[in-house]
């Protein structure tokens, strides 16, 4: 399905559902990232300036977008997630008023325009990896000439050995931050299904050079998440 989403934000008891389901994601967001600020702050600080155009991909309750905006309330964005729970969260937000926010799987066609900036942050380990070269080149096809492509995404390191160090260490930085036993053992059960289809900081760096970025940087990297910045020239 692709449609632009106009909901009711005055409809009180939807409003209240899915304000409660904001606050549920939002809030937990720095339980379960570990430094989840220097992740976002590293993928908003390569936003430039005015008035230009964003595409943000697997937005969600627009966590990320709500940053975006107040680093650059000039910015004309667009967003696109499939899930319209997950939109309706954004929806409810009124610093969102003005973000256009599109209802499709993110490998269908989006509007046909060049966008100055294309941004996902932990979505795209949710696409199998036999796409994700092809959403890579889409991504360069369609940003502006100067244009850059900002991801910040989970990564695997690519022995075991580390991964079973570095989830060790994930469930004590889960548990101190106030998550139940039972709720860590459901992120490290998501993280082992979506494990085969995650990417090597080497595997991603060179998918996306593959894709035609010429420069490729990675300004931030903690233990199962990084940042990448693919420059279009
Ligand atoms: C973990 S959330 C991240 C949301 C937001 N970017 C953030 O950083 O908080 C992942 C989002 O990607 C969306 N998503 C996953 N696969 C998608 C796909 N194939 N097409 C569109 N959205 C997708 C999900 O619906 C979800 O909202």
Redesign the pocket.
Known sequence: MKRDVMYNKSASSDHEHYLSMVLAYDNR?DAILPMSDRFFDSCISFIPEGPISILE?????G??TSKICAANPQALITC????PD?IRCASQKPELNAVAIIE????DPWPATKYDVIM????LH??PEKDRLVLLKRIYEALSPNGKFICGDIIRPDSLEVEAIYQDRWVSWMSQAGMTTEESDKMIHSRNENFPDMETVPGFYNKIKDAGFPRVLMPYKNEIAAVFVGYRS
Do not use: E, F, P, V
Not at 80 to 83: A, F, P, T, W
Not at 104 to 107: H, N, P, V
Not at 120 to 123: E, G, K, S
């Open positions: 967001i991909l697997g937005s969600g309750t966590y990320a696109i997630d499939h899930s997950m499709q799987d993110i490998r996902t942050t932990l979505c949710h696409i």
